[in-house]
């Protein structure tokens, strides 16, 4: 399956927003009033029970498209984390792999490789494995350790890449490896017109299947960005301090909708 490219995906810098919850047992929800932004360049879910985020460590697998004919996208494996209000962490480490950290603005969060670069993370698959993250610290973030079980990869199954669909009729979204277990699924269709983002779920249950409502298509005319999700999260306390480790796979297709 052909996935869209990079360049198109970073609609969703500037259209996503992180939160996290101090509750492990809270499930994330799509509200919420205290975020911070989420410079990877992939949509990741919204955490919130209304406490301000101390951290969030994410592995993330998504497929790059070079867009040269006959070369199929290269399944890639990102690492990205940000902590505070962007404060730098000292050194930020996932299964051996130093993330770089970028600072702008005085602002700094942590990512590699950079986006839009076809280098991959080394031994980190999305299969069930083990995602260790080690943080040294720095300032008032503390130095962190944590493990978190990875989701296993997937495929949308329809629609598929570079269809047209119609905005009269619902839009069923299906996908393999559903389990029901507690690995969860987010569906956002933005449109690459606006960018404006005309249906996000998530907490989705993996049971194969999620059908966007016309109605929601109404507003779309020409290109969209389907990106289905699936992950799994964990909450890591420090020095009464919560962070989240999250581990999520995207599938991003572009659509046509008339």
């Known amino acids: 399956m052909n996935y869209i490219k990079s360049g198109l995906l970073l609609i969703v810098m500037i259209v996503f927003l992180v939160s996290c919850s101090k509750d492990s047992g809270t499930e994330p929800t799509d509200e919420g009033n205290n975020t911070t932004t989420n410079a990877s360049g992939q949509p990741t879910p919204t955490f919130s029970n209304g406490v301000t985020p101390d951290g969030m460590m994410a592995t ?31 050194d930020v480490i996932v299964n051996e792999n130093q993330l770089s950290a970028s600072a702008s603005s005085g602002q700094t969060f942590y990512i590699k490789p950079g986006i839009g670069s076809i280098e991959s993370l080394s031994n980190v698959f999305f299969n069930g494995s083990t995602h260790s993250w080690t943080v040294s610290g720095s300032g008032d973030i503390p130095a962190l350790s944590g493990d978190i079980q990875s989701v296993n990869s997937f495929n949308v199954t329809s629609p598929a890449n570079n269809s047209t669909v119609s905005k009269s ?27 404006n983002v ?15 409502d016309a109605s929601k298509l109404s507003s779309v005319s020409g290109q969209a960005l ?33």
């Open 60 to 90: 993330i697998q998504y497929a790059f498209d070079a867009g040269v004919p006959g070369i199929p996208p290269v399944e890639l494996a990102m690492g990205y984390a940000q902590f505070g209000a962007m404060v730098n962490a000292g």
């Open 198 to 212: 005309v249906s996000s779920e998530q907490d989705l249950t993996n049971n194969g299947s999620y059908t966007i």
């Open 169 to 195: 009729q619902n839009l069923k979204v299906t996908w393999s490896g559903a389990n029901n277990s507690d690995e969860k699924m987010m569906i956002v269709l933005v449109s690459v017109d606006n960018s």
């Open 226 to 258: 389907l990106q289905v999700l699936k992950y799994r999260y964990k909450t890591l306390e420090a020095n009464g301090k919560s962070f989240y480790l999250l581990t999520e796979v995207v599938r991003s297709l572009t659509l046509t909708v008339q």
